[in-house]
């Protein structure tokens, strides 16, 4: 049976510099209102959030949460998080050249995506979000109260998992899985 439930949404925000800087400080402070969307003991898991890049180490990971969220029946959001805050996005003419080649690697993404899942029995959603990565996709899963958030390792940068990873493991305030 092929149940297929896909949606390419655009988050309502993208994450700012202050945003970026909350997020550090209340994991520092232990603030109990970045805990509001996991539960802790919980039987299962009701949402998994992939972040994708395009990368083989993010295709692994979306591979690897799709037959999780098969057994446990949850529902798979992929998330590109398109960070905004490099040398392209300096001026006009930037910003319009860096979002268009952005939007052409949503849909290739998408494109892939849909490929390798129409078969697979679950429920899913792609959704292209702007900002810093590792604060976009605990922003995503906050949204989508998911339980578990899965990165693939990075094999350029940021020492054996890479930045994204390296910050979601010290400071997501959910579960993270890094996927080889």
Do not use: C
Not at 141 to 168: C, K
């Amino acid at each position: 049976m092929l149940r297929l439930k896909t949606s390419v949404s655009t988050a309502s925000r993208a994450s700012t510099p202050q945003d970026v800087a909350d997020y550090h400080r209340r994991v520092v402070d232990d603030d109990s209102s970045t805990k509001r969307g996991f539960e802790i003991g919980k039987d299962g898991l009701g949402g998994i959030v992939v972040g994708m890049d395009g990368s083989p180490a993010s295709f692994n990971a979306a591979a690897w949460a799709a037959g999780l969220a098969r057994r446990e029946r949850a529902r798979l959001v992929l998330v590109y998080v398109e960070a905004v805050g490099g040398v392209a996005y300096w001026s006009p003419m930037g910003v319009a050249v860096a979002s268009e080649a952005a939007e052409s690697l949503v849909e290739e993404l998408r494109g892939e995506v849909v490929s390798h899942l129409e078969w697979v029995d679950i429920d899913w959603d792609f959704v292209h979000h702007r900002g810093d990565p590792a604060v976009g996709l605990e922003q995503v899963a906050e949204q989508y109260r998911a339980d578990l958030i899965v990165v693939g390792r990075s094999r350029r940068r940021g020492g054996l998992l890479g930045t994204v990873p390296a910050t979601l493991v010290v400071e997501a305030v959910r579960p993270v899985v890094v996927v080889p």
